[in-house]
C-alpha cells in the first residue's frame, strides 16, 4: 500500500490529529462503558483516564467526585472505582478500602471475603454489588466498543468508503488461481458468503479460509461477460499467509509519487510523466482499462510506442476515482525496454502447474513434466528443425513463443517424463501443441514463482545450474561455464559507501528464484554490477561482472507505476447505512474471532502488529478520506471487544471468569489462586506487548 501523497504540512498535521482523535475515540468509548454502567450501580468512581498517569504526570481536572483526565502514557485508559484494583496484589488493600469505618455514617453492606469471613464495606464500592452488576460493569467497555463499531461503519458509509474492487490485475504462475485460468480483467464478484467483496475482504476469505477444501469464488469473465464458480485452495508457504495468486488491480492513472522506476523508458521519455497523469491511448489507439493497455504493449513490444496522457480535468462527482474529464491531452514517445542479462542459461526446472483447458492441458502435459526441447519446424516438418529454432532458455522461451503465435500455429515440444509403470524410469515424449495468441503477461513477481509460457499455459522452475554461457557475454568474459551451480547473486552500487542489495540465495530449502533475480537485474543503474558465488567441482567462486543490454529480448510495461483501480462504497438511504453499518460490524468481529482461532497456525504470529502498526494503518486510511478511517476504527474497535473479552487475567474476559466462579460458590476466589492466575495473565500479555512491538521495530528497520 502507497500513502498518498501529502502536499502540505497542515495535511500531515490534519491526518495525525484525526488518527489521534480515532484511536483516543475507541479508548473513550470502551471506558465510559466501565464509567457510565458503574455509575448506574451506584459504584463510586475516583477516576476516568485515557492513557496512564505514570509517575503523576497528566492533565486532569476533577468534577464532583471524579477527577477526570489523560496521562502520559497514550496505550489505553482506565476508571479507578472504589474497592477496585486489576492488580492482585492489591488484594488486601481493595478489602480495606471498601470497608466501612466503624461508627461512621456511611451506608454498609456485609459481603464474604475469599477466605468466607464477613466484611462490612461501603455501599458504594465494587465489591458491595452483586456479582450480576459486576458482571454488567465489566461487560459494558466491550458492548460499547460493539456499539460504536457499528456507529462508526454507519456513519462511514453515509461519508462514502473507498475501496479496492476485486479486478484481478496480474495472477501469480503457478498458483491457483493460474491453474484455473482467471485472467486480468476478471472480476470476483463474491469470495464464499461476501457479494461484492472489496479487495481486503477477498483477502481475508483467503487467509481464514479452508486451505482443505478450498473457497468458492464467483468470477465474471472480462473476455464473456459470464459468471463462473470455482473453487480455489489456497496455497500457504513457510510463515506466509495462504494466497491463491490474486493481485489487485490497478488504473490507468499514475502514482501521485513516484509515477515510474528509475533507469526505465518511463523514466527517460521524450518529455516527463507526472503523478496522476492517466494514460488514454496507445499509438492512438484508446485504452480504456489496464486489459486493454496491455495488449496494446504486449502487441508493440519491442517498438517505440507513443503513449497518450490526460494532465489535470476532473473526475464525476459521482465516481472521483473513475476516469477524467476536461483537462489536457499530452503524447509522449516512449522507447522499448530491452531486457538486461548476465549472459547465463540456465538448465530448465520441472513443470510445477498446467493451467485448466489451456494448450498444454489438452494434450495431457501435467505437473512434473520437464520441457527438454521446444523445436520450430520448416517447410519440411518439425522433426527437421534448424538448430536456431530449437530453444531452451526457460528465461527467454516465453516471450519467444508470444513472438512465434502470431506467425506459427505449432510447436513441437521433447518432454521428459517419469513413468511409474517402467520402475519410475524416466522416458521421453513428442507432443506437437498449438500456439494461443496471448495479449496478457505472465511476471514472477513473488520470491519463488515460478516462470510460466502463456502461449502454451504452463509454469516451471528454473534451475540454479548453468546450462550454458553465451559467447561474448559478461558471464563468458568471467569465465563461467556449463556445469556450474550459482550458490548466491548480489547487487553492487559501486558509488555507495558499503552498497550492496540483500543477497538472493539459491538452491535447497527450495530457493527456486532465478526468476526473481532476473526481475530485479531489470531495474538497476548503469553502473551496477552482480557479484556472483558459484560452484564448481566442490569449489566455491567468486565473480563480479556489469549486466547488458539484450538486443533481442523486452520487458512489456516500460517502468510505469499506477495507482491503485479505487471504487466508493456510498449508502444511498439512512436505512442503506444502518444495514451496511451492520454487515460492516458483524464481519469484523466474525474476522477477528476466526483470525485468533488460526493464529499460530495458518496465520503465521509474525502478521501481529503493535502500536506503531495499528498508528501506520489509521494514517492510511485517514490519508483516504474520514469514511476510509472510520471503517478502520470499526475494525479496530472490534479487535478491542473481542480480545478484551478473551478469559485471561488482567482483561476484562479473565475478570468475568471471577465473577462466575464468585457466582457459582458464592465467594470471591481465594487470594491466592487470584494472585497465580493474574501473575500469568500478567507475564502474558506484556510477553505479547514486548513481541509485537518487537514485530513494529523489525518492520521499521526493514
Not at 496491455?294 to 510506442?305: C, K, M, R, S, Y
Not at 518432454?415 to 498449438?434: A, H, K, Q, W, Y
Amino acid at each position: 500500500m502507497h500513502l498518498i501523497a501529502a502536499t502540505s504540512l497542515s495535511e500531515w498535521l490534519l491526518v495525525i490529529l484525526q488518527v489521534g482523535l480515532g484511536l483516543g475515540t475507541v479508548i473513550f468509548v470502551h471506558e465510559l462503558g466501565h464509567f457510565a454502567v458503574a455509575k448506574m450501580c451506584g459504584v463510586k468512581c475516583d477516576k476516568f483516564f485515557i492513557g496512564f498517569d505514570i509517575g503523576g504526570y497528566k492533565i486532569s481536572r476533577k468534577w464532583g467526585e471524579t477527577e477526570y483526565g489523560i496521562g502520559i502514557l497514550p496505550l489505553g485508559g482506565y476508571v479507578k472505582m472504589l474497592g477496585q484494583d486489576d492488580n492482585p496484589g492489591n488484594i488486601a488493600e481493595q478489602m480495606k478500602e471498601s470497608q466501612a469505618p466503624a461508627g461512621s455514617e456511611i451506608e454498609t453492606k456485609e459481603i464474604l471475603g475469599p477466605d468466607g469471613s464477613t466484611l462490612t464495606v461501603d455501599r458504594r464500592s465494587y465489591l458491595a454489588k452483586s456479582v450480576p452488576q459486576r458482571m454488567a460493569i465489566i461487560s459494558a467497555g466491550v458492548i460499547m466498543n460493539v456499539i460504536f463499531a457499528f456507529v462508526f461503519a454507519a456513519v462511514a458509509f453515509g461519508l462514502g468508503v473507498p475501496y479496492i474492487p476485486c479486478i484481478i490485475s496480474d495472477t501469480s504462475p503457478g498458483s491457483a488461481a493460474y491453474q484455473q485460468g482467471f485472467r486480468p480483467g476478471d472480476e470476483i464478484v463474491a469470495v464464499g458468503d461476501v457479494k461484492a467483496p472489496s479487495f481486503s475482504e477477498l483477502m481475508g476469505g483467503v487467509t481464514l479460509g479452508d486451505l482443505k477444501n478450498g473457497v468458492p469464488f464467483t468470477v465474471r469473465r472480462a473476455a464473456t461477460g459470464k459468471k463462473e464458480t470455482i473453487v480455489l485452495k489456497p496455497e500457504q508457504q513457510d510463515d506466509q499467509l495462504a494466497k491463491v495468486g490474486i493481485f489487485a488491480p490497478h488504473s490507468l492513472r499514475l502514482r501521485n509519487e513516484n509515477p515510474f522506476e528509475k533507469h526505465t523508458p518511463a523514466a527517460n521519455a521524450s518529455e516527463p510523466f507526472l503523478g496522476g497523469d492517466e494514460i488514454i491511448a496507445i499509438n492512438g489507439q484508446t485504452v480504456i482499462d489496464p486489459r486493454e493497455y496491455t495488449a496494446q504493449l504486449v502487441e508493440h513490444l519491442g517498438d517505440p510506442v507513443e503513449i497518450t496522457v490526460r494532465r489535470g480535468g476532473k473526475a464525476p462527482e459521482a465516481n472521483r476515482f473513475g476516469p477524467r474529464i476536461g483537462g489536457q491531452e499530452i503524447t509522449i514517445k516512449v522507447d522499448a525496454q530491452p531486457m538486461r542479462g548476465l549472459g547465463l542459461v540456465m538448465k530448465m526446472g520441472p513443470i510445477v502447474a498446467v493451467e485448466q483447458n489451456s494448450p498444454a492441458w489438452e494434450k495431457g502435459i501435467r505437473a512434473g513434466d520437464m520441457i527438454e526441447q521446444v523445436i520450430i519446424g520448416d517447410d519440411s516438418g518439425p522433426g527437421n528443425a534448424h538448430p536456431d529454432q530449437r530453444f531452451s532458455d526457460p528465461v527467454a522461451l516465453p516471450e519467444q513463443l508470444r513472438r512465434l503465435a502470431k506467425d506459427t500455429a505449432e510447436v513441437r515440444l521433447i518432454v521428459g517424463r517419469s513413468s511409474t509403470g517402467e520402475n519410475g524410469r524416466r522416458t521421453t515424449v513428442t507432443i506437437d501443441l498449438p500456439l494461443r495468441q496471448a495479449t496478457w503477461i505472465e511476471i514472477p513477481r513473488l520470491l519463488n514463482d515460478p516462470l510460466s509460457i502463456p502461449a502454451l499455459g504452463i509454469a516451471y522452475r528454473a534451475g540454479n545450474q548453468v546450462d550454458r554461457i553465451i559467447p561474448g557475454s559478461p558471464a563468458a568474459r568471467v569465465g563461467l561455464q556449463g556445469g556450474d551451480v550459482i550458490l548466491q547473486a548480489e547487487t553492487v552500487f559501486p558509488k555507495k559507501k558499503n552498497g550492496g542489495s540483500e543477497p538472493f540465495k539459491f538452491g535447497g530449502s527450495g530457493n527456486y528464484n532465478w526468476p526473481a533475480f532476473v526481475q530485479s537485474l531489470q531495474k538497476l543503474p548503469d553502473d551496477a554490477q552482480t557479484k556472483l558465488t558459484y560452484q564448481r567441482d566442490g569449489t566455491k567462486h567468486h565473480v563480479l561482472l556489469a549486466p547488458e543490454i539484450l538486443t533481442d529480448h523486452f520487458l512489456p510495461h516500460r517502468g510505469f507505476l499506477f495507482a491503485h483501480a479505487k471504487r466508493v462504497r456510498l449508502a444511498r438511504s439512512v436505512g442503506e447505512q444502518i444495514q451496511l453499518g451492520y454487515k460492516e460490524t458483524v464481519n469484523s468481529l466474525g474476522m477477528v474471532v476466526r483470525f485468533l482461532g488460526k493464529l499460530g497456525t495458518q496465520i503465521p504470529l509474525n502478521q501481529l502488529g503493535g502500536p506503531v502498526t495499528i498508528a501506520q494503518a489509521a494514517g492510511y486510511s485517514a490519508f483516504e478520506g474520514m469514511g476510509k478511517l472510520l471503517v478502520f476504527l470499526t475494525m479496530l474497535s472490534a479487535n478491542l471487544a473481542v480480545i478484551n473479552f478473551l478469559p485471561i487475567p488482567l482483561l476484562d474476559g479473565g475478570h468475568m471468569v471471577f465473577l462466575a466462579w464468585e457466582g457459582v460458590y458464592g465467594k470471591p476466589a481465594s487470594e491466592r489462586f487470584v494472585i497465580a492466575m493474574h501473575t500469568l495473565g500478567f507475564v502474558f500479555v506484556i510477553g505479547l506487548m514486548l513481541f509485537v512491538i518487537g514485530l513494529d521495530i523489525s518492520r521499521l528497520i526493514g
